[in-house]
């Protein structure tokens, strides 16, 4: 069977925290620094759900688009969203920096490719962030397309996110798979029929992947040591 397997990258390809949680911080310290807002700092992070340090599950930030990150900004502070906006584009290079794979992520794709799918990125990061992780990790010769953020004006869970590629290409609903780590991920397509697998490696808990087919601990376990995908096994 053939199949096309949607990889969310933060937390499902990517080491999460040691991306994004830094981010954070340095976001949410500048932006009190810049419009004079230290006594709402809290409420900021609250809203976008750095909450004790930490990232939590299914949050703006987790889960949401740029643009929504951004719209959060501007709810406390005109001018806020595009402070925001610049301030991701003047970090990417910080971003890029601060990525670590999740461990066995290239065995995983080989794989798909011996199995002869097409493995795909689907992400709520931006296209030129996507583009630097393939390239820094040299995972070109795996990767079939992706699916970005700032592609169109849908974001996930929503169908419309990933529509145009399936139209595209003409797939049955019943040959692609979702893997990803948040409910943004696990209900991607649930009233289509779409399959999808959580994975315990970035912010989601058991609890927090409502929709999930399938939960595993990581996308190592997608696969089992005869390099056979766990739904044909």
Excluded at 84 to 107: C, H, P, R, W
Aim: charged share 30%.
């Amino acid at each position: 069977m053939d199949r096309i397997i949607l990889y969310d990258k933060d937390g499902t390809l990517l080491n999460f925290h040691k991306l994004w949680t830094p981010y954070a911080k340095k976001c949410i310290d500048e932006f009190a620094k810049d419009f004079n807002a230290h006594d709402i700092k809290s409420e900021v992070a609250e809203e976008l759900g750095y909450i004790d340090e930490e990232i939590k599950a299914n949050s703006t930030i987790a889960s949401g688009t740029g643009s929504d990150i951004h719209k959060v900004f501007e709810s406390f502070r005109q001018g806020g969203g595009e402070w925001a906006k610049s301030f991701y584009e003047s970090n990417l290079q910080m971003l890029a920096d601060d990525m670590v794979l999740i461990d066995g992520v290239e065995t995983v794709l080989e794989h798909g490719l011996n199995n002869g799918y097409k493995n795909v990125i689907v992400t709520s990061d931006s296209r030129d962030s996507t583009l630097r992780f393939i390239e820094k990790f040299e995972l070109q010769p795996y990767i079939f397309d992706v699916i970005c953020g700032d592609d169109n004006d849908y974001h996930k869970p929503q169908f419309g996110f990933i529509k145009d590629f399936i139209d595209k290409h003409q797939y049955a609903i019943e040959d692609l798979v979702m893997v990803g780590d948040n409910a943004a991920d696990t209900m991607l397509g649930y009233d289509e029929g779409l399959y999808t697998i959580g994975v315990l490696s970035g912010t989601g808990q058991l609890e927090h992947l409502t929709g999930a087919d399938k939960i595993v601990d990581s996308i190592m376990d997608l696969y089992d040591a005869d390099g056979k995908f766990i739904l044909d096994a």
